[in-house]
């Protein structure tokens, strides 16, 4: 089937007591049992939910899984990954990477012995020298937050075979819609659901999608022991976000181009980061491994002050956390999202405090460019 045709019917089918149309909201926490430990597949919400298990197999179809765990936040989903790992293990993660990945490494696992590095995972020979043989898992942000470098994820696949490491690549900025790390070769994709695949900021989800069954039984253990399931309602908001996905990109992934090309040629920018453009260094790779560019745009404006009045004189856009919705956010990373990084560290990857990252709604192109040009004039 086609993506859209998945999106809007795997996992999914008519209710057999109603006929609804539309998966229903099962809000219960427990289920009857004929005797006891024989029922009809369902025990205890936590353990599985039909409404979650509908997303679950939705998730799994949309990218190429064979299964996908959904949890109560990305955060939630990245957490019981790592709580795979015994003490003395590591983690390689990339560096210009989402400050919470950064934080929960280096704030919480680190306290229980696993050690993590961050290294561009642009660089192959880099990451191989930061990989040695306690190394675990290999998480790869691509496109990465909120600079949008992009890392090879056949190559890094290839570099990593044969060994006992899980290459895991976060695949939110992307979505299956225009990127599919499995079918390039990575073991496990995760997600923060918040953001495109609900598109509407009013769900909060994570999910963890894979291939293995070993690994699905292991996470599915950790899932359930320490409780950080997705809600049955949060599963049926997601659901029907998912609906639209393919709809919302095409549009959010014309008007991020048209906004990045804007920018690129406007003289108060210092610099864009978008893969769409021939100026990023990884174009090539993103017209050979994605089937679009995204909907995320960063760019320079030179300063925190320069950066403060763009966000301040703008209309539509709303300055705030988040990304992904159907109302474009304005985000400073350097204070908002990637806060909990050392300030040098975010100096290298490009973090700047006059870096400010856009995530590109579905309102009139020409009105956010409208938008943007008094935001650009109120620089000074």
């Known amino acids: 089937m086609g993506f859209s045709t ?27 049992q004929e005797e006891p430990g024989h029922h009809k597949g369902y ?7 039909p409404t979650r298990q509908v997303l679950e197999q939705n998730l799994a179809a949309l990218e190429k899984g064979t299964w996908g765990l959904c949890f109560a936040s990305g955060m939630a989903a990245m957490s019981s990954l790592f709580q795979t790992l015994k003490c003395g293990e590591k983690v390689v993660a990339s560096d210009n990477c989402y400050g919470g990945t950064y934080r929960v490494l280096r704030k919480v696992f ?33 496109p990465t937050n909120p600079n949008l470098g992009l890392s090879d994820i056949r ?11 899980i290459l895991c690549v976060d695949n939110t900025f992307a979505t299956p819609y225009l990127q599919r790390p499995l079918e390039l070769g990575a073991d496990l994709v995760i997600h923060s659901m918040t953001k495109y695949l609900g598109g509407h900021s009013d769900a909060m989800g994570g999910a963890l999608i894979g291939l293995s069954p070993e690994l699905r039984d292991k996470l599915a253990f950790i899932q359930n022991a320490h409780g950080a399931i997705l809600s049955p309602f949060e599963s049926w908001m997601i659901l029907r976000g998912i609906k639209t996905l393919a709809v919302r990109m095409d549009r959010q992934c014309k008007s991020a181009l048209e906004i990045a090309h804007y920018l690129e040629d406007h003289p108060k920018v210092q610099k864009v980061y978008f893969p769409g453009l021939k100026s990023h260094p990884q174009h ?6 994605m089937q679009g560019f995204g909907g995320i745009v960063s760019f320079d404006t030179g300063s925190l002050d320069s950066a403060t009045k763009f966000s301040a004189a703008l ?45 590109v709604g579905l309102e009139d192109v ?3 460019l409208a938008d943007f040009a008094a935001g650009l004039d109120a620089m000074g």
């Open 6 to 32: 998945d999106a809007i019917h795997a996992g999914h089918g008519i209710d057999p007591v109603t006929g609804a149309v539309v998966t229903p909201l099962h809000l219960t926490t427990t289920y009857a």
């Open 284 to 289: 090539d790779l993103a017209l050979s491994q």
């Open 155 to 165: 190559a890094i696949a290839d570099l990593i075979r044969g060994r006992q490491v």
């Open 366 to 368: 020409e009105d956010l």
């Open 110 to 142: 680190a306290h229980q012995g696993i050690a993590s590095e961050f290294v561009s995972t642009q660089d192959l020979e880099a990451l191989e020298e930061a990989m040695d043989d306690s190394t675990r898992v290999v998480l790869v942000e691509t």
């Open 43 to 49: 025990d205890y919400s936590r353990t599985i939910n």
């Open 315 to 359: 209309k539509i856009g709303v300055l705030a956390e988040s990304l992904g919705a159907v109302e474009t956010l304005v985000n400073h990373p350097a204070i908002m999202t990637h806060g909990a990084i050392p300030e040098a560290d975010r100096l290298r990857s490009g973090i700047t405090a006059g870096l400010l990252r856009i995530s």
